[in-house]
Structures are given as C-alpha cells and as structure tokens.
C-alpha cells in the first residue's frame, strides 16, 4: 500500500489590515511571535528560554489551554514574555500584524495532547503556512519533515531545535540586518502563494487522485 502525505495549507490574509490594540509589547521593541498549542513537542520550553535571555526583544504566545498558559506562566516571570491564549481564527490576523518574526521551535518528538502518540516525523504545522502568508521572518526547528517547506536561508533560518545559543544567534542576526528579515519573509511569501494556499493544496489532491486512477 503507498502512502502519500501532502502538507498542510492557511487562509491568504485579509487585504484589511487590522491590529490588536492596546498591544503589550514596548514600542520599538522587536516583537517576537509563537503561535500554537503548548503541549510538548511543540518547543515552549525554548520560547521560555529565549525569553528569559532576550531581554532586549519582546515574545508572544498566542494559543494554549488555560491549564498549560499558567503552568508556563508559573515557570517563567519573564517580563517581556507575553501569554494571549486561545484567539479565534477571525481575529488571527490582528496578532499577525502585530509580529516582527516568527518561531517555529518544535522539537523531535511531538506528542498529541493528553496523549502519548508522537507525531514529530509527521506533522505540518498550520501555523508554518501562516507565517509564511504574512511574509514573516520565520526562525524554525531544522528537523527532516520541516525541511520540505523550508530552506535554511531561503524562506527561514533553520536551527538545532535544542541548542539555545543557535536560536539567540539567529535572533539576533534578524534583528542587525534587516535585508535578511526582508528578502526571508518576501520569499516566503511568494512560496506560500505558489505552493500552500487551500486551493493549491486541493489541486494536488485532486491530481494526486487522478494520477492513481489512471494507474
């Protein structure tokens, strides 16, 4: 029997652009965003981390159960480390605009929530594609199954999702030259447009089956 896995897919954003207002970050501050659950596997340990050496750069969290949010919250007194939870699909966007640069720090093994299936080798995160619609400077884990929707220094930095000091590197080298955050995000951006989109996404389903049925 194949197997066939076809990655994920976003929403292109609204033309409007909308953001959250009053926003917590400090004015002229590097705003740093993460968006996604909390459970493990999915790197908060590193966006903890990261902010508690990063002082100078403002990080926020966007997604979460209660539960998680304040067991973080508990671990990490950070005042530049920023907790918004659960935000519906609708208001997304004004997080979004808000965000200088993305992470993506999952880790080898992801585990499902309340659950001990790992799903590392499988996942496609929705929040990559979201990044990349926004055509944000994104920061990811450098693990097999993201390296097929990024390229180290193409569309994304790519670092060891566990060596800290590669991740305040990367950082900080987006911060000092801002052709790189530029020329980062409009490609991934354009990639996103080409490839990612719900509508390309269904196109490959669609040929997929097509190809199969004449076979």
Same mark, same amino acid.
């Given at each position: #029997?194949?197997?066939?896995?076809?990655?994920? /897919? /976003?929403?292109? =954003? *609204?033309?409007?652009?909308?953001?959250?207002? =009053?926003?917590?970050? @400090?004015?002229?501050?590097?705003? $740093?965003?993460?968006?996604?659950?909390?459970? %493990?596997?999915?790197? #908060?340990?590193?966006?903890?981390?990261?902010?508690?050496?990063?002082?100078?750069?403002? &990080?926020?969290?966007?997604?979460?159960?209660?539960?998680? $949010?304040?067991?973080?919250?508990?671990?990490?007194?950070? *005042?530049?480390?920023? &907790?918004?939870?659960?935000?519906?699909?609708?208001?997304?966007?004004?997080?979004?605009? @808000?965000?200088? #640069?993305?992470?993506?720090?999952?880790?080898?093994?992801? !585990?499902?929530?309340?659950?001990?299936?790992?799903?590392?080798?499988? !996942?496609? %995160?929705?929040?990559?594609?979201?990044?990349?619609?926004?055509?944000? *400077?994104?920061?990811?884990?450098?693990? *097999?199954?993201?390296?097929?929707?990024?390229?180290?220094?193409?569309? /994304?930095?790519?670092?060891? %999702?566990?060596?800290?000091?590669?991740?305040?590197?990367?950082?900080?080298?987006?911060?000092?030259?801002?052709?790189? @955050? !530029?020329?980062?995000?409009?490609?991934?951006? /354009?990639?996103?447009?080409?490839?990612?989109?719900?509508?390309?996404?269904?196109?490959?389903?669609?040929?997929?089956?097509?190809?199969?049925?004449?076979?």
């Amino acid at each position: #029997m194949n197997l066939w896995v076809i990655p994920d /897919a /976003a929403e292109i =954003p *609204p033309k409007s652009k909308k953001v959250v207002d =009053p926003w917590p970050g @400090r004015p002229g501050v590097l705003q $740093i965003g993460y968006v996604g659950h909390l459970y %493990p596997g999915k790197g #908060m340990e590193v966006v903890k981390a990261l902010a508690e050496t990063l002082g100078e750069y403002d &990080f926020h969290v966007v997604g979460g159960r209660d539960l998680d $949010i304040e067991r973080w919250q508990n671990t990490c007194r950070a *005042p530049n480390l920023f &907790f918004h939870g659960f935000v519906s699909n609708n208001l997304l966007n004004g997080y979004y605009e @808000r965000f200088n #640069m993305a992470l993506l720090p999952s880790q080898k093994q992801v !585990m499902l929530a309340d659950d001990k299936r790992d799903i590392g080798q499988w !996942m496609s %995160p929705l929040k990559a594609f979201e990044y990349m619609s926004y055509g944000l *400077p994104i920061v990811s884990s450098d693990l *097999p199954v993201l390296r097929e929707i990024f390229q180290h220094e193409r569309n /994304a930095l790519l670092v060891d %999702p566990r060596d800290l000091s590669a991740w305040e590197k990367a950082l900080r080298r987006l911060d000092h030259d801002s052709a790189l @955050r !530029m020329r980062l995000g409009k490609t991934a951006r /354009a990639e996103f447009l080409e490839k990612y989109t719900w509508e390309k996404r269904a196109r490959k389903i669609v040929d997929l089956f097509g190809d199969i049925s004449r076979h």
